[in-house]
T-cell receptor, first 115, second 113 residues
Framework: NAGVTQTPKFRILKIGQSMTLQCTQD?????MYWYRQDPGMGLKLIYY???????DKGEVPNGYNVSRSTTEDFPLRLELAAPSQTSVYFC??????????????FGPGTRLTVL | AQSVTQLDSQVPVFEEAPVELRCNYS??????LFWYVQYPNQGLQLLLK??????LVESINGFEAEFNKSQTSFHLRKPSVHISDTAEYFC???????????FGAGTRLTVKP
C-alpha cells in the first residue's frame, strides 16, 4: 500500500492564482481530511469528508474548496491564492471503527508559498 | 471546542537521558487524547492515544503518556531516548471525534550524542 499520497510536494503561486492540491489514499478509508500547518503552530482542520459526496467545513475553511467524488481522492482547491495561505498542507485519512476516534494516516505534505 | 497547550517548543536532551514532553488541554466532560510524531520531511504518525480505561498508555517504541484528569494533562515520557527519536511531537485532543481534533503547536525533541 502506498498509503496517503499528495502532489505536488512543493509549489510557488502568485497572488490571485488558483491551484488544486491532490490527495489519494489506497486504504479504502471512508474519512479524509485536509489540514494546514503554519510555522510554530499546530495543525488546523480545513475540510473533512466522511464519504464520497459528503464534505464539511473544519476550523479554517475560508479560501478553500473541496470535493469528494470517489473514496480514494479528496482534492483541495485554492481559487484566489493569498499570502496568508502560505503553509504546509497535509491530507489524512481514517477508517471509522465506531470507537469514537480512529487513527489518522497522514500524507507527506505539500509546501505552498504564495508570493 | 477543546484547546491544547504544549508547554515547551524545544527540548534538547542527550542520548539515553529521560525526557518528558508536556501537554495540557482545556477541560471537558470526556476527551480523547493523542500524541503524534513527525519526522523530518514526513507526515504525522500516531504515537499513542487515550480513549478510555487505563490512564497510562504505552507505545511500541518505549514512549508512554499518562492521562491526568484533575490536572488536564497528557504528558509524554520516555526513560531513555535515542538519536532516532529526534522529531517534532504533537499533542492533540478531541471531544467529538476526529472531525474536531485540535493540535498543539508541537515540541521539537532533539537528541544529542
Amino acid at each position: 500500500n502506498a498509503g496517503v499520497t499528495q502532489t505536488p510536494k512543493f509549489r510557488i503561486l502568485k497572488i490571485g492564482q488558483s491551484m488544486t492540491l491532490q490527495c489519494t489514499q489506497d486504504m479504502n478509508h471512508n474519512y479524509m481530511y485536509w489540514y494546514r500547518q503554519d510555522p510554530g503552530m499546530g495543525l488546523k482542520l480545513i475540510y473533512y469528508s466522511v464519504g464520497a459526496g459528503i464534505t464539511d467545513k473544519g476550523e479554517v475553511p475560508n479560501g478553500y474548496n473541496v470535493s469528494r467524488s470517489t473514496t480514494e481522492d479528496f482534492p483541495l482547491r485554492l481559487e484566489l491564492a493569498a499570502p496568508s495561505q502560505t503553509s504546509v498542507y497535509f491530507c489524512a485519512s481514517s477508517y471509522p471503527t465506531g470507537a469514537g476516534t480512529d487513527t489518522q494516516y497522514f500524507g507527506p505534505g505539500t509546501r505552498l508559498t504564495v508570493l | 471546542a477543546q484547546s491544547v497547550t504544549q508547554l515547551d517548543s524545544q527540548v534538547p536532551v542527550f542520548e539515553e537521558a529521560p525526557v518528558e514532553l508536556r501537554c495540557n488541554y482545556s477541560s471537558s466532560v470526556s476527551v480523547y487524547l493523542f500524541w503524534y510524531v513527525q519526522y523530518p520531511n514526513q507526515g504525522l504518525q500516531l504515537l499513542l492515544k487515550y480513549l478510555s480505561g487505563s490512564t497510562l498508555v504505552e507505545s511500541i517504541n518505549g514512549f508512554e503518556a499518562e492521562f491526568n484528569k484533575s490536572q488536564t494533562s497528557f504528558h509524554l515520557r520516555k526513560p531513555s531516548v535515542h538519536i532516532s527519536d529526534t522529531a517534532e511531537y504533537f499533542c492533540a485532543v478531541s471531544d467529538r471525534g476526529n472531525n474536531d481534533m485540535r493540535f498543539g503547536a508541537g515540541t521539537r525533541l532533539t537528541v544529542k550524542p
